[in-house]
């Protein structure tokens, strides 16, 4: 008879055979846990392993995925205290271009649907598959009300993307379900936050820093924020807003820029985060190699490390730079 363990999430407990998978094993007992992808990518099945031992999984800061973690012994995990995960009908209110293949959709639920800074939504669109994407705050004033508004980028020979503003237009329905993931905004941790956002991985990280920045005007607050390139940069009215507060410092980083302009680095995001102390929460969002490296330099100054990993995007191809450069113009001499 092969060896069991019990494991406590909070006030259930149930018993797993040993080198199952934890996620399989509390479904399985009736114990529901976060979850989504179950193939260890999208961060919504992330547990707080406070006592025991599991194989795979790890997902650093004490933290594993329960859809990989195997269990070798008695455990105790605790979820992430995040909302409620709803399904709700919806409403497409508004499409507009932001750069190049990247548009701002907004979209108005039946219901206000409550999600925290950082989380992700599915959206399905009536006769196409789901797709995740992360609500976030409006560019100009960092609010947020009950509309979602999500930036998505085209994906070039995309089922879903590329029919946007096309097939997909405002007053198409669509389902939303909803929020997933671990990489949100959290209140327990007074330190400085060091923010990464590449391409539309910028849309959770803008939702984190406006709201950390109406919370607490003075906390310290390092925004990086990154794009393949000029003609995919969008975000100049954000970071110009999020500069002016005392507390926050803001670089912007490309992986391609010809000719330079001062005050733009050249690289990723995590090619330029300043150094980490024990006390720093990290978030990173965008091409999964950018927060990979955003990972192993947190873990390393034994920094707090949150993130829900975008798939890559293509390059983009022609779109007006002039936001880049009125950002540099703003904010660049003040540094």
């Keep these: 008879m092969p060896r069991t363990f019990t494991v406590a999430v909070r006030d259930q407990k149930f018993t797993v055979a040993a080198g199952d998978r934890l996620l399989d094993a509390a479904l399985k ?23 025991g031992i599991t194989l795979g999984g790890e997902a650093g800061c004490g933290n594993i995925l329960a859809c990989q973690a195997r269990v070798f012994s008695d455990l ?28 701002k ?18 959206l399905q669109f009536r006769g196409y598959p ?10 100009t004033d960092g609010t947020v009300d009950e509309r979602l508004i999500f930036h998505i980028k085209k994906v070039r020979d995309g089922l879903v993307t590329p029919k946007l503003g096309a097939e997909i237009a405002v007053g198409s329905k669509l389902k939303v379900e909803g ?35 109406r919370r607490d005007r003075q906390r310290p607050i390092h925004l990086i924020c990154g794009a393949k390139d000029a003609h995919a ?4 009215t ?5 500069a002016r507060h005392e507390g926050t410092s803001v670089q912007v980083v490309l992986e391609s820029l010809h000719p330079p302009l001062p005050d733009v680095h050249i690289g990723t995001p995590a090619d330029h985060m300043p150094v980490l102390t024990a006390e720093d929460t990290v978030f990173a969002a965008g091409g999964p190699r ?3 490296r955003a990972r192993v330099q947190a873990e390393a100054a034994g920094a707090r490390f949150y993130a829900d990993p975008f798939s890559p995007a293509p390059q983009p191809d022609r779109a007006p730079a002039y936001g880049l450069a009125r950002l540099t113009r703003a904010f660049g001499r003040a540094r």
């Design 29 to 51: 007992n009736g114990v529901e846990l976060p979850h989504d992808c179950r193939a260890g990518q999208c961060g919504a099945c992330t547990l707080e392993l406070t006592r």
């Design 76 to 103: 105790e995990v605790t979820p992430h205290d995040a909302p409620e995960t709803v399904l709700q009908n919806a409403v497409i209110e508004d499409i507009r271009d932001l750069a190049a293949d990247v548009v």
């Design 105 to 122: 959709v907004i979209v108005r639920p039946r219901r206000p649907v409550h999600w925290l800074p950082g989380q992700y939504m599915k």
């Design 130 to 139: 789901a797709r995740s994407f992360s609500p976030t705050a409006g560019l």
């Design 179 to 213: 929020p997933f993931g671990h990489s949100f905004l959290r209140d327990d941790h007074p330190g400085r936050i060091i923010l990464l956002g590449s391409g539309t991985g910028f849309a959770p990280i803008w939702a984190i820093a406006a709201a950390a920045q």
């Design 233 to 236: 940069f969008y975000m100049d």
């Design 238 to 242: 954000a970071l110009r807003k999020a």
């Design 290 to 292: 950018m927060v990979e």
